[in-house]
């Protein structure tokens, strides 16, 4: 080795960046993973298929956070679609594992035909931000709900997570999901719910699954996916990057790639990829390093270690389910408080859309679900209506400026961390 690569070694390594990227991808499994498990058992999912959706998930965000990181020395963060796996929770629930497929092909597509045509920036403008926050937090709610539900029955367990969770906002906000967990398993196996007997170290195999396309699903679930994605995930991920100054990375490629990326794993249960925010903002700020110029790395670490994890995809869905089912939905409500915060605020902070946003909301929590189709669908159709009768029109798009603030950073991905510039956690990754 030249004495040139053997002082690059160490700057790639070094500890700023290899942290961050550990933080970001610890974060984001931790704070969001119940949920994509939770969403593979929706569609029918064994241990082969939720092995297969871990592999699929990390081998995507790897890749694409390592090749567009090193493609435009940027720190380019991606993640899987937390929302969209909410989603995919209730709106799978007697979809076939081929049809699941089908849809995600469909949202994959979609989201590679923004990215080409340049559509994104118009697409989203059609959508007014109140009913798409308002469209979130419909989805999200039954897991914040889900929460407090838990602890009738196993009130040690959900009530040790909420208590670390509140005292960990207070004084190491970075690590209060991980701590809750922590915590959380420690409850669990001193009260003998814990199944270690079920932990096996094994590597994932990919299980292909050939797609079918059902109308009902593709209204439903596919759609919905697209939406969500779009407008709660990559809009505050472009965020991101913007406020910490990296305008020069355009956008149209990274909507492109991932999208791409997606296509061509969905097949093996990759639902969603995208842009992360706030996992992203933490490869983005100077905790990464010093010199903006090398924050790349951390996003390259960052997929390293979410390849990783795809790798080992057997063993966190095996770790999975050895954990008590109200230890995973009390994390995963915890990692979703503050995403759900966070809508509902966007949803009512504009008057003259707070009735169609609640509208929304309220449509989209109910559950109903009409001619096979799911209320994520026609709580956005409520919403519309009701505005466009009140209001008369729907404008280009309303409760936002047309270029995107960092403050957008908080409608996404897994919270429990801080944005580049603060310490408090924000609200998928």
């Known amino acids: 080795m030249s004495e040139i690569d053997h002082q690059k070694l160490p700057r790639a390594a070094s500890a700023a960046a290899v942290s961050a990227g550990l933080i970001a991808v610890l974060v984001g499994v931790t704070s ?24 699929a998930l990390g081998v995507g965000m790897g890749v694409t956070c390592i090749g567009l990181s090193l493609r435009y020395r940027a720190p380019v963060v991606t993640a899987w679609s937390t929302p969209g796996a909410a989603l995919l929770v209730s709106g799978l629930d007697g979809v076939t594992m081929a ?16 990215g080409i045509t340049g559509w994104f920036e118009r697409v989203m403008g059609r959508i007014p931000v109140p009913l798409a926050a308002g469209l979130l937090a419909g989805v999200l709610v039954q897991f914040g709900t889900g929460l407090f539900a838990g602890m009738d029955g196993h009130f040690a367990v959900v009530f040790s997570i909420f208590a670390v969770y509140l005292l960990g906002r207070r004084l190491l906000p970075r690590y209060a999901i991980i701590l809750a967990l922590a915590v959380g398993v420690a409850v669990a196996a001193a009260q003998g719910s814990l ?31 697209f939406v969500v994605t779009m407008a709660s995930q990559n809009l505050p991920g472009v965020a991101v990057l913007r406020g910490d100054g990296y305008d020069r990375v355009p956008v149209s490629p990274l909507i492109t790639w991932t999208g791409s990326t997606n296509l061509l794993l969905a097949p093996f249960g990759c639902f969603g990829l995208n842009l992360a925010a706030i996992t992203a903002a933490i490869c983005t700020g100077r905790e990464a390093h010093e010199d903006p110029e090398r924050r790349y790395l951390a996003g390259v670490w960052a997929g390293i270690f979410y390849l990783c994890v795809g790798i080992l995809g057997g063993t966190v869905g095996s770790l999975l389910t050895a954990l008590p089912a109200a230890l995973i939905l009390g994390i995963a409500g915890l990692g979703l408080l503050n995403t759900i915060g966070n ?58 400026s047309r270029k995107p603030t960092r403050a957008a950073a908080a409608h996404s991905a897994p919270p429990g961390t801080p944005s580049a510039d603060t310490t408090e956690p924000l609200g998928e990754a």
């Open 195 to 225: 199944r270690p007997g079920r932990i096996r170290f094994a590597f994932a195999e990919p299980v292909f699954t050939a797609p079918a396309f059902s109308w009902q699903v593709i209204v439903s679930v596919a759609l919905p996916l």
């Open 99 to 114: 049809q699941a497929v089908g849809a995600f092909i469909v949202s994959a597509a979609l989201i590679v035909l923004s």
């Open 343 to 400: 809508s509902l605020a966007s949803a009512v902070s504009d008057d003259n859309w707070r009735e169609a946003a609640v509208v929304t909301f309220l449509a989209t929590a109910s559950g109903v679900t009409l001619l096979g189709v799911g209320s994520a669908f026609w709580g956005l159709l409520a919403g519309a209506l009701t505005a466009a009768v009140t209001r008369g029109r729907l404008p280009r798009r309303a409760g936002t």
């Open 32 to 55: 969001s993973a119940a949920i994509v498990f939770a969403a593979a058992k929706a569609a029918g999912a064994g241990p082969r298929e939720l092995s297969s959706w871990m592999l």
